[in-house]
Nanobody, 123 residues
Framework: QVQLVESGGGSVQAGGSLVLSCARS????????MGWFRQAPGKEREGVAA???????TYADSVKGRFTISKDNAKNTLYLQMNSLKPEDTAMYYC?????????????????WGQGTQVTVSS
């Protein structure tokens, strides 16, 4: 059974940086897609960034130029480098993976999800 464990969340001031990590275990193949999603209180879960098995990356417009998604296949770990953080980035951040093709890599339709890590950005 696939397990995803996020880490790296915390509280930072606006303009600061954080690196989120997502450690994956329990699978025997490489996910087709891996992504980071976030959900703020009272809002729907939204896609932040995704990376395909070939390394193609996709970003939400709100984070382009500030966030970078990457993966280390040898360590089965997904990362999200977040720079120039804004208060509106405050949310619970989740990583997710899917071993099948998805219609939209930023749509929250992935099969496997982590429990999330909280990111709080103060002004």
């Amino acid at each position: 059974q696939v397990q995803l464990v996020e880490s790296g969340g915390g509280s930072v001031q606006a303009g600061g940086s954080l690196v989120l990590s997502c450690a994956r275990s329990g699978d025997t193949s490489t996910p087709i897609y891996m992504g980071w999603f976030r959900q703020a209180p009272g809002k729907e879960r939204e896609g932040v960034a995704a990376i395909s098995i070939s390394g193609t990356t996709t970003y939400a417009d709100s984070v382009k130029g500030r966030f970078t998604i990457s993966k280390d296949n040898a360590k089965n770990t997904l990362y999200l480098q977040m720079n120039s953080l804004k208060p509106e980035d405050t949310a619970m951040y989740y990583c997710a993976v899917d071993f099948e093709w998805v219609e939209s890599s930023l749509s929250p339709e992935y099969k496997y999800w982590g429990q999330g890590t909280q990111v709080t950005v103060s002004s």
